[in-house]
């Protein structure tokens, strides 16, 4: 099954990377090339990518993955723009590393909300601790040093992580 699951991803990424190039969608020559090049790379990453990463291939998994993309992923990135340059602009800011606690199961959950935290401007993380269920994150403004949760620094993102995640 990883092998499937790396294969259609390279392909997939192959054909959005080679498509309209000359002139037509796909060439022949472009499909078999993607074909043999995906195989290769399928090949030599199937033990790296695992069957973990099949459960991405779910449809309905799919969805609710750009769902969260266009909707709270979005939203949160151009709140933290403002929030960014306003602090810019005003000069109010507070940087600081805060341990943000989280309710996490797994490696795919912390990725997912490490990775959210990291593209919304203002935050960065630094280091995810699963035994301590925690998350160290670079804020521009600290307004908790001990936050008791995960709310004040990635908002509604460690809800979709949980269920992106499982």
């Known amino acids: 099954m990883s092998f499937i699951a790396a294969f259609v991803w390279s392909f997939v990424l192959w054909l959005v990377l080679t498509a309209g190039t000359k002139g037509m969608l796909w ?10 090049f995906s195989a290769i790379v399928a090949y030599s990453t199937k033990n790296i990518i695992g069957e973990k990463t099949a459960r991405f291939l779910n449809p309905i998994r799919l969805l609710e993955f750009i769902v969260y993309s266009i909707g709270p992923l979005f939203w949160g990135m151009v709140k933290a723009n403002f929030d960014v340059a306003y602090r810019v ?4 800011i507070r ?3 805060v341990r943000v606690p989280v309710e996490l199961e797994n490696d795919a959950q912390y990725t997912i909300l490490s990775n959210s935290i990291t593209l919304t401007p203002g935050t960065l993380t630094i280091d995810a601790c699963p035994e301590e269920k925690a998350l160290y994150v670079h804020w521009i403004y600290v307004k908790e040093e001990e936050p008791k949760s995960s709310e004040p620094v990635s908002g509604s993102f460690e809800k979709w992580a949980r269920r992106l995640g499982r």
């Open 27 to 36: 060439s022949p020559e472009e499909v078999v090339a993607g074909i043999m």
């Open 95 to 97: 940087p600081g590393i």
């Open 89 to 92: 602009i005003t000069g109010k």
